[in-house]
């Protein structure tokens, strides 16, 4: 079986570190907010080039989190991609505002160009997202909200370490926001996230909105929420940080093998990024998806569909629109197996089905 994702084999390549963080924690008997979280976010927001993050309880909650220290509620609206994770317009809902969905460009990220046609005087902000592992185009989005006065949150969940022009992403928007869940680049053992910003204020305001609206643990001066990354995660979180780059590395090097290995022409892959892609998925696309997808799973070779259905497509938004690029897509993408510990002659196997 080759797996979509193998958890054991990335465990065992640190397992001696991993021990000894969670022994250490465990020792130390304190588990939420501690010194554990502290250095964690130090070194991620040094990682990200930016002067803070905040860790909280998951990727969803660092989007609603953003929202509302911005202020975003009822009666306002966010544009986001159409095709992405249920959670970034989830997010959006939560807050109280409506996610307007905004069609794929050929790389399946928010097409930067119909944005514009979507901004009316309820629009507070925009979501792109970098999906999949590759960074929008953050100078043609900063573009757009600084004239349209709107505000830029990145949706980073997939793309920890991806740059944009030689910028990592996490440093773009107003605020950036992670995921660590344990499928991601930089994943914990469990759930978590992150929020990273350049603000003072907005870093202060997120601490608090975090544990229930308290700057200090005791009076709460504004609504919040309890979101928090514990320790445990966050000590698991600062060993991977530390392979992190490699690993993204090893994702960028079997993804260019996959590009040299599989030659059947009914098949689209990923175009090269030079070196920016992080590869969290490696999406190909074909007609005959479906039947690919099925022969993959006889061979004992796991796939998936990032996403089966795209967001406006999902009851719980109850949205009617059309979003050509994005419809044709989805009809098409399949998930190719993608991670530092994929073997060389896995991705031999893949390519060899797929071209018979």
Not at 9 to 14: A, F, L, M, V
Not at 26 to 46: D, M, Q, S, Y
Not at 132 to 149: I, S
Not at 240 to 253: C, E, G, P, T
Request: net charge positive; hydrophobic share 40%.
């Amino acid at each position: 079986m080759i797996k979509f994702v193998d958890f054991t084999r990335e465990y065992i390549s640190i397992k001696s570190e991993i021990d000894a963080a969670i022994k250490k924690v465990l020792r130390r008997g304190v588990f939420i907010l501690g010194p554990e979280v502290e250095n964690f976010e130090k070194k991620f927001a040094k990682y990200c080039g930016v002067r803070y993050a905040v860790g909280v309880a998951s990727g969803t909650d660092a989007l609603y989190l953003s929202l509302l220290a911005l202020g975003i509620g009822r009666g306002d609206e966010v544009i986001v991609p159409v095709n992405t994770a249920l959670a970034t317009a989830m997010a959006v809902k939560m807050s109280g505002a409506k996610p307007v969905f905004c069609d794929s460009d050929e790389n399946f990220l928010i097409d930067i160009d119909k944005i514009p046609a979507l901004i009316n005087k309820k629009t507070k902000a925009l979501i792109p997202v970098h999906l999949y592992g590759r960074a929008c185009n953050m100078d043609k989005l900063r573009v757009v909200a600084k004239k349209h006065k709107l505000f830029l949150i990145e949706d980073c969940a997939q793309a920890a370490g991806a740059k944009w022009r030689g910028k990592k992403a996490g440093g773009w928007g107003d605020f950036s926001c992670f995921s660590f869940y344990p499928t991601k680049n930089l994943g914990a053992y469990g759930d978590g996230g992150a929020v990273t910003t350049n603000s003072e204020d907005h870093y202060k305001k997120l601490r608090a909105l975090r544990f229930y609206g308290a700057h200090d643990r005791i009076t709460s001066a504004m609504f919040g929420i309890n979101s928090r990354l514990d320790e445990k995660q966050a000590a698991i979180l600062s060993v991977k940080l530390k392979y992190l780059d490699n690993w993204n590395k090893k994702r960028a090097s079997l993804a260019d093998l996959y590009r040299k290995l599989i030659t059947n022409k009914n098949i689209t892959l990923p175009a090269a990024n030079s070196g920016e892609h992080v590869y969290h998925l490696f999406v190909a696309r074909a007609k005959n998806r479906d039947a690919l997808m099925n022969v993959l799973k006889k061979k004992s070779v796991q796939t998936m569909i990032h996403y089966p259905l795209l967001l406006h497509e999902q009851p719980v938004f109850n949205y009617k629109g059309k979003f050509a690029n994005a419809e044709k897509y989805s009809k098409e993408i399949f998930s190719l197996p993608i991670h530092p510990f994929l073997k060389k002659e896995e991705v031999a196997r893949i390519a060899k089905i797929l071209n018979a």
